[in-house]
C-alpha cells in the first residue's frame, strides 16, 4: 500500500501536533515509570526468592522466602521506578 506524498505530510503534521500535547507525554512518563515498577518488582521477586531459599534452608523457616522477596522487590521495583522517572528531566 502506497500513500502520496499530500497524505504523508498532512499525517506527519497531524501526529506532531497530537504527540506535543502535555497530557500525551504526561501519559508516556507515567507508563514508562509504571513499566519499570513492575519490571523491578518481578525481578526482585525472584532474586530475593533465591536469597530467601538459601536462608530458609539455614535457618529452616520457609516463612523467609516470601519476606525476601517482597523486600527485594519492592525496594528494587522503588529504585528502577525512581530513576525512569528522574531520567525524564534530562
Known amino acids: 500500500m502506497t500513500f502520496d ?3 504523508q505530510n498532512k499525517a506527519i503534521t497531524h ?7 502535555w497530557f500525551t507525554q504526561q501519559r508516556a512518563e507515567l507508563q ?3 513499566v519499570a515498577f513492575t519490571h ?4 526482585g521477586f525472584y532474586y530475593g526468592g533465591i536469597l530467601g ?7 529452616r523457616r520457609m516463612a523467609k522466602i516470601p519476606q525476601y522477596g517482597l523486600v527485594a522487590g519492592v525496594t528494587y521495583g522503588i529504585c528502577l521506578a525512581s530513576s525512569a522517572w528522574f531520567r525524564f528531566d534530562l
Open 5 to 7: 506524498k499530500d497524505y
Open 15 to 21: 501526529n506532531v501536533e497530537r504527540s506535543n500535547l
Open 40 to 43: 523491578g518488582l518481578t525481578s
Open 53 to 59: 531459599t538459601a536462608s530458609a534452608v539455614h535457618y
Open 32 to 34: 514508562q515509570t509504571r
